[in-house]
């Protein structure tokens, strides 16, 4: 891959992947005020504004130096968190599986906007390669972010699901992983276990879906 491509990829990418996290972050913010609590929006973190969630190492530098290192064949990267005071919430154990479900949900919508977009714009005739990549670019983010998200190990959005559905004994000990999650995920993407057992099988089914969900609007456009 030379640099022109490289460049080329990172444009094609770079207007997705701002809206996959900005409308995930934002979500996770929006549901836990819903549910009682107000720390993201006090620190203005409920917003649609990219910058407000960007996390200059994680988002930037780190994904861009895993691309021009490996040429594409492996990135990682991740937003600014929201702040989440769960023991806010009305009812922390509960509502926080609604405040974890809203950043994957959030992504799960845009995969399926993208895709609509996408439709709209061959319906319409435009042949513009650019556009019609940056679509299919949008469902491929989201499709990422909804399923690495969902892995049930804190603290990514599916371990505080996987902590609100467990009874309490089991729940405190899912929680005490916390601290080195980070580290055992990341461990689990380079050896290829979360890719392989997780990422590709749960993205080829909610991909399925979304197909599936999008038939009617295919078969009246086409």
């Known amino acids: 891959m030379d640099f022109a491509q490289i460049i080329q990829t990172v444009t094609l990418y770079a207007i997705p992947v ?3 996290i900005t409308v995930h972050e934002a979500a996770h913010g929006y549901a836990a005020r819903h549910f009682g609590d107000n720390t993201a929006a006090m620190l203005g973190r409920i917003t649609l504004n990219p910058v407000k969630h960007i996390d200059p190492v ?10 021009f290192a490996t040429a594409g064949t ?3 990267g991740y937003a600014k968190p929201v702040p989440v005071r769960f023991g806010n919430l009305r009812n922390p154990k509960r509502d926080m599986i609604w405040v974890a479900l809203a950043g994957p949900g959030a992504n799960l919508v845009q995969a399926i ?14 042949e513009e390669r650019f556009f019609l990549q940056m679509c299919r670019a949008g469902l491929m983010v989201n499709l990422v972010m909804f399923a690495f998200n969902l892995f049930p190990l804190p603290p990514l959005d599916g371990g505080r ?24 995920v990341m461990a689990l993407v380079i050896t290829g276990v979360v890719g392989n057992l997780w990422l590709r099988p749960l993205m080829s089914i909610t991909g399925l879906l979304i197909d599936a969900l999008l038939t009617p609007l295919r078969l009246i456009l086409f």
């Open 18 to 20: 701002l809206f996959a």
């Open 161 to 184: 699901i996987l902590v609100g559905l467990l009874p309490w004994r089991q729940a405190e000990l899912v929680s005490r992983v916390e601290p080195w999650g980070f580290f055992i």
């Open 113 to 126: 906007l993208w895709t609509v977009l996408g439709y709209l714009l061959v319906a319409a005739g435009v």
């Open 58 to 67: 994680g988002t930037i530098a780190m994904p861009l130096l895993l691309y």
């Open 74 to 76: 492996f990135l990682f």
